[in-house]
């Protein structure tokens, strides 16, 4: 069984369009975030997300938005993607907030044209 | 806010030893260690929640410094599976993990 899965595996589009990439957790924990790893292979975090707070790192742009729907999924979406978007995105989750281990996804590797 | 990590790669034989150090500009309330394999998703590998603490399992072990906000993690007598990239993660007080700039550990037959 797939702790933390995320969909799709691969994301190709263009410039400008939307996107979202679905993350679903089946481990029971109570807190799930977005990171960002780009070319050079940093690790950033973008949200960390549980049933009562959302954490944004400053430096996200408003573009990007994480959605929740229940306690296992947490979605990102992405508007007018642009070409500095291209990255690989993981979804982790972990129980008790961010002092806890966290356990990633397999990542979305997005790439922009 | 994103820790330092050294060196940036090192390559080892079969049974080497490697010191990875990370270093915060700011405070830490704990340091994490991941392992990262090329075209995978990070691993985790252990949390110091204080200062001073030492952590470790099989023959990787690591250490806390919380007054130098420091930590580094010691790879023993190394396997050809420790290849990949150690990732060190710090919470402060934004209590959200920021991870360092990685290290990219090659062994070697």
């Known amino acids: 069984d797939t702790a933390v899965s995320q969909t799709p595996k691969y994301l190709v589009t263009q410039m400008g369009n939307d996107k979202s990439i679905k993350c679903e957790q089946n481990?029971?924990?109570?807190?799930m975030y977005w990171y960002k790893q780009d070319s050079k292979k940093f690790l950033k975090i973008m949200f960390s997300?549980?049933?009562?707070?959302?954490?944004i790192n400053e430096t996200v742009p408003n573009r990007f938005s994480p959605k929740s729907p229940d306690k296992a999924h947490l979605n990102l979406h992405i508007n007018s993607l642009e070409l500095g978007d291209s990255a690989v995105y993981f979804c982790?989750?972990?129980?008790?907030?961010?002092?806890?281990?966290?356990?990633f996804g397999d990542g979305t590797r997005l790439s922009i044209l | 806010q994103q820790p330092v990590q050294s060196p940036q790669a090192v390559i080892l034989r079969e049974g080497e030893d490697a010191v990875i150090n990370c270093s915060s500009s700011?405070?830490?309330?704990?340091v994490h260690w991941y392992r990262q394999k090329h075209g995978e998703a990070p691993i985790f590998l252990m949390i110091?929640?204080?200062?001073?603490e030492q952590k470790g399992h099989d023959k990787i072990s690591a250490s806390f410094n919380e007054k130098k906000q420091q930590s580094s993690l010691y790879l023993t007598a190394s396997q050809l599976s420790y290849s990949g990239t150690y990732f060190c993660?710090?919470?402060?007080?934004?209590?959200?993990?920021?991870f360092g700039t990685g290290t990219r550990l090659t062994v070697i037959p």
């Open positions: 982790a989750s972990s129980q008790g907030g961010t002092g806890q281990p966290q356990h």
């Open positions: 481990l029971g924990h109570d807190t």
């Open positions: 997300y549980n049933n009562k707070e959302l954490i």
């Open positions: 700011k405070a830490l309330y704990s």
């Open positions: 110091l929640l204080k200062g001073g």
């Open positions: 993660g710090t919470v402060t007080g934004a209590n959200n993990l920021f």
